[in-house]
């Protein structure tokens, strides 16, 4: 009865202003104290972590236009999180979930994971920062992997209140030093924990064995050698300890310019052909250093330029692609279609879906990190080309582009593993900075682009179009995004492996302590269990070529909502909407001329481009080959597993490719367990342990943004659900066609 009409909206339309008033604290209703304390849930710290501060009767929110319910609990503060303690966790706790984190609760929101927050302020939401007049009486926090939090704090005690807040904001908002991060004291307090080889799960790049391998594996070791001019970061703190170069390159001119101005390799093709990356030479004004730039340019050019033999094209992604403000400013307003804070919020957006999402840009940027992606391939493929990829410091869309290059030539980079070993190379030895990308010491705002959460997009239109030729599922995508906010493995926390070994005490040969072992993220056990892990692998991956004709007709299946946007606007048939139909004559009304580039994206493409494009796609795909993408506009589809996870109105309960999924695997477990019988009669042993491996399966129907999807908020579809509608004309008929549908209610 408290839980309800006790806190004004936040956010969308405004909810009628509640009545009733309770002069009975919530703590007053519990007669037995001992029986109180018996529910409390436990705050379990990870070693070095430290309660910093704490408020009780909060109210945990769970919105639901304008009724709002939820459990009361504590909020609690620490070095490393923000974490509500339910009074009655069993209320909202889903006992069939297969897919928990063990280091990240459901209710727990690491502080390098939120976004920004609000405080609501007599029903109307100001964001908060820096020291407070006055506090509010529910906040709400935004979260960057798209989860939203509301909690009330009328009940709780107003010196409680200012302690949370404040130090909830301080916490979060403050900038730090990177001595200060949860990962150091981590790692500190875990000293002699047992650690796991690394080596198990990634080839880590940190060893000279580690590139010459590499080397032999792509067969670039006739042209191609590994250094170790740079061991100790003596010439260039931005490049790692060890890399590779043209064979005939000199040592002497790698220490000239320090690592800048010479072609580092990042993967040679079958025929010969490499992908190269280069820093940029120092800008220069006077013209004696510029000649001498000049002429050590040419010379260096001539080791992987050397025609009729060998020839290299430039791409330099600095001047003509995309800059990082403009990746930054498309998350920005694309982010903000899935925050939503109710359910009335999300009816009032559905009809401006299109719009918004094109106005965003998002979509198209991934269009053409894909599309520049495949231009190099036509070099590296069709002509025989090198292509040195060309950028100031060479790890932002050199890493981005270098790695969609691999992920669609190379089947090995397909593989868990070998995905894995990819990111290590060009992303962590590749010195991207995670740490000012990812605003990690929320030092400077104008450093912060979501570079690598664009790759893992990326990837996904590709594992999306092509489920066969991928060994990893969206899955795991999803979940390596989630581990960028999670400070107690050291990937994605550092902005260069020079400054990650100078802070472990590394580079400090005469220090007596011990260098800290820092966890790795591709130790997928310290955040799953096996159970949940066996999600993270495709089982329709295929791995022989044989198989390919048999697998082609299923990775074209239609999407089951519209998560792109249309090409035309000519077709005669109703068109589906993101979550209802609209007709032609809806879609242009709506739309009118703002997809028109969309429409025409496909026609930008070159003439050798489109052949070679067209070419690929006029042939049954490979899956143990080279794969391109369909870049049309349609084709490049919203990440619906990793940002509409969170908003139960999204949801299919037993809809949506999980279904399909859930079907396929059912037929073949069934034929696993036929062949089990079969060989039972000679090694029933093996067969008793086979059964015990088989795939996580829940009894009921699966949502279709399993395992993330969250279906204890129930949600009502209205007929019309915004007054938008009402402007539009023909609501009699808009009505009808609601009944078409399935409501999402009933989830």
């Given at each position: 009865m408290l839980g309800k009409g006790v806190v004004g909206g936040g956010g969308g339309t405004k909810a009628p202003k509640p009545s009733f008033v309770s002069y009975v604290r919530p703590e007053e209703i519990h007669t037995n104290e001992k029986e109180a304390t018996e529910k409390e849930v436990t705050l379990h710290l990870l070693p070095g972590e430290q309660l910093l501060c704490e408020a009780s009767t909060v109210l945990k929110c769970v919105q639901e236009d304008s009724c709002q319910r939820g459990i009361y609990g504590r909020l609690v503060c620490t070095d490393f999180k923000i974490a509500f303690l339910g009074d009655d966790e069993s209320a909202l706790d889903n006992d069939e979930t297969q897919f928990k984190n063990k280091v990240i609760g459901e209710n727990d929101i690491t502080l390098h994971c939120v976004d920004q927050i609000y405080g609501v302020f007599d029903e109307k939401k100001k964001t908060l920062f820096g020291q407070l007049k006055k506090y509010p009486e529910k906040l709400v926090i935004h979260c960057k992997d798209l989860r939203v939090f509301h909690f009330c704090l009328r009940y709780t005690k107003e010196e409680e209140v200012k302690r949370i807040v404040s130090g909830i904001i301080h916490h979060t908002q403050a900038p730090k030093l990177l001595k200060r991060l949860f990962l150091f004291s981590y790692a500190t307090a875990a000293r002699n924990s047992p650690a796991t080889d690394p080596k198990k799960h990634a080839v880590m790049f940190d060893t000279l064995q580690d590139w010459c391998r590499e080397l032999e594996r792509t067969k670039g070791n006739m042209k191609y050698k590994a250094v170790s001019v740079n061991e100790g970061y003596k010439v260039c703190e931005r490049l790692p300890a060890y890399f590779v170069v043209p064979a005939a390159l000199l040592e002497e001119d790698i220490v000239f310019f320090q690592g800048r101005g010479i072609p580092i390799w990042c993967w040679s093709c079958h025929n010969g052909c490499a992908l190269l990356k280069m820093l940029a030479l120092p800008k220069e004004?006077?013209?004696?250093?510029?000649?001498?730039?000049?002429?050590?340019?040419?010379?260096?050019?001539?080791?992987?330029?050397?025609?009729?033999?060998?020839?290299?094209?430039?791409?330099?992604l600095s001047s003509n692609f995309l800059s990082l403000q403009e990746i930054q400013m498309a998350y920005s307003k694309f982010k903000q279609l899935f925050l939503i804070d109710n359910s009335t919020e999300f009816w009032d957006t559905d009809i401006k879906w299109f719009s918004l999402l094109e106005s965003s840009s998002w979509l198209d940027i991934i269009r053409r990190c894909l599309k520049k992606a495949v231009?190099?391939?036509?070099?590296?493929?069709?002509?025989?080309?090198?292509?040195?990829?060309?950028?100031?410091?060479?790890?932002?869309?050199?890493?981005?582009?270098?790695?969609?290059?691999?992920?669609?030539?190379?089947?090995?980079?397909?593989?868990?593993?070998?995905?894995?070993?990819?990111v290590q190379k060009e992303w962590i030895m590749g010195g991207h900075c995670f740490l000012d990308r990812c605003n990690h010491l929320r030092q400077s705002d104008k450093e912060e682009a979501p570079v690598f959460l664009l790759f893992l997009d990326c990837v996904w239109q590709l594992v999306h179009q092509h489920p066969p030729a991928f060994e990893f599922t969206e899955t795991y995508l999803t979940v390596l995004s989630d581990s960028l906010y999670i400070p107690i493995f050291s990937t994605f926390f550092f902005n260069s492996p020079h400054q990650k070994d100078t802070n472990v005490g590394r580079e400090s040969q005469d220090s007596q302590s011990k260098p800290l072992n820092l966890l790795t993220v591709w130790d997928w056990s310290v955040q799953f269990e096996p159970k949940a892990q066996t999600l993270f692998t495709n089982p329709l991956y295929v791995e022989k070529p044989k198989l390919e004709k048999v697998q082609r007709k299923g990775t074209h299946f239609k999407h089951q909502r519209q998560l792109s946007l249309p090409l035309t606007q000519s077709k005669s048939s109703p068109k589906r909407g993101f979550f209802r139909e609209e007709t032609d004559h809806l879609i242009k009304n709506l739309l009118g001329k703002r997809i028109s580039k969309l429409i025409n994206s496909s026609e930008e493409l070159q003439d050798g481009f489109r052949e070679f494009y067209d070419g690929w796609h006029s042939r049954p795909p490979s899956y143990q080959g080279l794969l391109l993408p369909r870049l049309e506009g349609p084709e490049i589809k919203v990440w619906a597993q990793r940002y509409l996870r969170w908003i139960p109105e999204a949801q299919i309960l037993g809809g949506g490719g999980v279904a399909t999924m859930s079907k396929l695997l059912e037929m073949m477990e069934e034929v696993q367990r036929l062949q089990e019988k079969v060989e039972a009669r000679h090694h029933s042993q093996e067969a008793l342990q086979a059964e015990a491996a088989s795939t996580p399966r829940t009894s009921g129907r699966l949502s279709s943004l399993f395992p993330f999807a969250l279906l204890q908020r129930h949600s009502s579809k209205p007929v019309l659900p915004t007054s938008g509608w009402k402007a539009l004309g023909d609501e009699d008929d808009l009505a009808k066609r609601e009944d078409e549908f399935v409501d999402l209610g009933d989830v």
């Open positions: 004004q006077d013209d004696g250093v510029l000649q001498i730039q000049k002429n050590f340019s040419d010379r260096i050019y001539k080791t992987v330029h050397r025609p009729p033999y060998e020839t290299a094209k430039t791409e330099d231009e190099i391939i036509e070099c590296l493929e069709a002509q025989n080309m090198n292509v040195l990829l060309l950028e100031d410091n060479a790890s932002d869309l050199c890493c981005l582009v270098s790695s969609l290059v691999q992920v669609m030539m190379d089947p090995h980079c397909r593989t868990i593993f070998g995905f894995q070993s990819l």
